[in-house]
């Protein structure tokens, strides 16, 4: 079974940068997709960004285009979330998730999901 472990959440001011790690456990068979969604309280669950990992193509919500990079490192089995001029709309619980998705910014087909890291941007 996949296993996902995220981590690099934190506190962070409006303006300032975090980068995100979400590892797959070792010696498993690695989805080719990876994606990143986040969730503030009251709010639905929202796509973030996504990797699909044989292609190597990127795919970006508008509220983060150009503000957040997502890559990847192979030998790792790792992929990252690059998150720069961070704005307090930001603030939210981060979830990475693996998978084999039709539609990459939904999260039907992502098949596992990790516990998640608090990502938190003082205005």
């Known amino acids: 079974q996949v296993q996902l472990v995220e981590s690099g959440g934190g506190l962070v001011q409006a303006g300032g940068s975090l980068r995100l790690s979400c590892a797959t456990s070792?010696?498993?068979?690695?989805?080719?997709?990876m994606g990143w969604f986040r969730q503030a309280p009251g709010k639905e669950r929202e796509f973030v960004s996504a990797?699909?990992?044989?292609?190597?193509?990127?795919y970006y919500a508008d509220s983060v285009k150009d503000r957040f990079a997502i890559s990847r490192d192979n030998a790792k089995n790792t992929v990252y979330l690059q998150m720069n001029s961070l704005k307090s709309e930001d603030t939210a619980e981060y979830y990475c998730?693996?998978?084999?998705?039709?539609?990459?910014?939904?999260?039907?087909?992502?098949?596992?999901w990790g516990q998640g890291t608090q990502v938190t941007v003082s205005s």
């Open positions: 070792p010696g498993v068979r690695q989805p080719p997709v």
């Open positions: 990797i699909n990992w044989s292609r190597d193509s990127t």
């Open positions: 998730a693996a998978g084999s998705p039709v539609f990459v910014m939904t999260q039907t087909g992502y098949d596992y």
